[in-house]
């Protein structure tokens, strides 16, 4: 049973996460200029951009179809590329694969990898390759690389060490021990970890091209920019249905796989 | 002694090798079609000599921009950062509860009321969040807030799934206990659902937080504030040590957060 003052010292605590949690907030919303009264004010004027976009400028998908094409092209390749470049960083940050000195560095590239944001790597690649898709390609190969990578060597970690223990007695050498024993066990799970890179890239391919990285999202920035809303519409209702479109067939594929 | 053993492989069915074969042929037509669209050789002539000025950069950063006594610098517009962050996970927070018991199959008593919910948050997510803060710019105008609304939509389409898997996954054993004694609604939800949620729902909400910090640090770039606009102005003047300086901010910060959001959530589960 719990006492008195047990339960006192926890309606405390409860009550100081509730205090940090409010001052948060509250700190938050000051440093950002929130206030209702401006997004009231403001809603009439997001409606009157809603109402310019409806109905889309159905004419205008023939214009964008090509785009649509290329961001497609772009997440494809770009997780093909991520999901390569990922393996060996994926085997080299597993514990029960490499003793701690390589692990330690190869996790700390990945940690770094991860934490730049795509759009900024797409900015640097635009800087150095000129606009097109090829720098989304490789802005993307670096984002998937750090999703593919990170979930593979978490399920390498996680698998069965049976058969690595069986190699090891009738001795045979690391790259037998990895080919015959580490890939089998996990092949399927890396080929939905694929799929699923693909699905996130599609989405993050569709904003590449505000940054000059190619593909639709280059039609954002044109269209917002000449005020043409209706387009800007079919624009975002074609992303959708693509986007829809491929998560399901991904997530089909996905459930053959496992 | 009998030597002529099989030592081949047993072949597979012929019809799992059409199949095999097919699936074969279906991904390399897909490659090759996507590398037909690839222009080759565009590489500029002066890539070389950006490369080295962005990588002499990244390695040479501004350190002056980390504290400007006046005004616009890295803790500033990581501050900033920061807070579009916070706020905006708050508000998805709150505003996906509704949306998590709409969406959730034991919830409901009409199994289509709760395929209806799922397809709504699917569709709030397939909305990317520089497209929502593009339309929240144009209602609240530029800046920090814009980006706050902007997250704080588009991430109750995740949250809101998550919620409702939480929700999906419960005890329903405390739940027809307090119905059986006759509690109303209200008080179902209050005493039997929401103490075995709150503990998945804040796990969650920090992951969020985790992704949004990502995310809010990029949103400067079409004008929603944060350390975004001071990076993009960099990145167009080329300013390669300056780039170098908010990259290495940015990385440094996203650490942080996620080593304390990582302790915060073992604690919790």
Redesign the interface.
């Known amino acids: 049973m719990m006492t008195d003052s047990n339960r006192h010292i926890k309606r405390t605590k409860t009550g100081l996460t509730i205090l940090i949690l409010v001052l948060l907030c509250w700190g938050s919303a000051v440093r950002t200029d929130a206030s209702l009264s401006s997004l009231m004010t403001g809603i009439p004027q997001m409606g009157d951009l809603l109402i310019e976009m409806v109905p889309p400028d159905w004419t205008f998908f023939s214009h964008i179809f090509d785009a649509t094409l290329d961001t497609i092209r772009m997440a494809l390749i770009g997780a093909t590329l991520g999901a390569i470049l990922a393996f060996p960083l994926a085997l080299f940050s597993s514990s029960n694969l490499f003793p701690q000195f390589i692990v330690a560095p190869a996790r700390f590239i990945l940690n770094i990898l991860r934490t730049i944001p795509d759009l900024l790597l797409a900015s640097i690649f635009v800087a150095i390759f000129g606009l097109g898709i090829i720098p989304g390609i490789l802005a993307l190969a670096i984002f998937s690389m750090g999703i593919v990578a990170k979930l593979t060597y978490e399920s390498i970690e996680a698998i069965d060490a049976g058969p690595l223990e069986a190699m090891t007695a009738v001795g045979a050498n690391k790259t037998q021990w990895i080919t015959f024993g580490v890939i089998p066990q996990i092949a399927a799970p890396f080929a939905a970890y694929f799929l699923y890179s693909f699905e996130i890239n599609v989405r993050a391919a569709v904003v590449l091209g505000l940054v000059g990285a190619g593909g639709i999202g280059d039609w954002y920035n044109r269209t917002l920019n000449l005020l043409q809303y209706d387009k800007t519409s079919s624009i975002i209702l074609l992303t959708l249905v693509v986007v829809i479109l491929i998560d399901y067939v991904t997530t089909k594929v996905r459930e053959q796989l496992l | 002694m009998n030597t002529n053993i099989d030592t081949s492989l047993p072949q597979p069915p012929k019809k799992k090798r059409l199949k095999g074969i097919i699936i074969f042929a279906l991904i390399v037509a897909?490659?090759v079609?996507?590398?037909s669209?690839?222009?080759l050789a565009?590489?500029?002539e002066t890539?070389g000599q950006?490369?080295r000025s962005?990588t002499n950069g990244l390695f040479h950063p501004d350190w002056d921009y980390v504290y400007l006594p006046d005004g616009e610098d890295l803790l500033r517009g990581l501050?900033?950062t920061?807070?579009?962050a916070?706020?905006g996970t708050?508000i998805s927070a709150a505003l996906c509860i509704p949306f998590a018991f709409w969406a959730s199959n034991n919830m409901n008593r009409l199994r289509p009321v709760a395929g209806i919910g799922k397809f709504t948050l699917?569709?709030i997510r397939?909305?990317?969040e520089?497209?929502l803060a593009?339309?929240?710019i144009?209602?609240?105008?530029p800046?920090?807030?814009a980006?706050?609304?902007a997250l704080g939509i588009h991430s109750i389409g995740m949250l809101g799934k998550l919620y409702s898997e939480a929700i999906e996954t419960i005890d329903l054993g405390p739940t027809e206990a307090l119905i059986a004694s006759g509690a109303s609604r209200f008080q179902v939800l209050w005493f039997a659902v929401i103490p075995q949620v709150i503990p998945a729902f804040i796990s969650f909400a920090l992951y969020r937080f985790e992704i949004n910090i990502?995310?809010a640090?990029?949103l400067g770039?079409?004008g929603a504030?944060g350390i975004g606009t001071p990076?993009?102005f960099a990145?167009n003047s080329?300013d390669w040590d300056r780039?170098g300086i908010i990259?290495l901010g940015?990385?440094i910060m996203?650490?942080i957060i996620d080593a304390i959001s990582g302790a915060i959530r073992k604690r919790i589960v």
């Open positions: 897909i490659y079609w996507a590398f669209g690839v222009p565009s590489i500029q890539a950006v490369l962005i501050l900033d920061l807070a579009i916070v706020l708050f699917s569709f397939t909305f990317p520089l497209v593009i339309l929240f144009k209602a609240v105008g800046g920090s807030f980006g706050v609304l990502r995310s640090s990029i770039i079409i504030g990076l993009i990145l080329r780039v990259l940015i990385i996203v650490i």
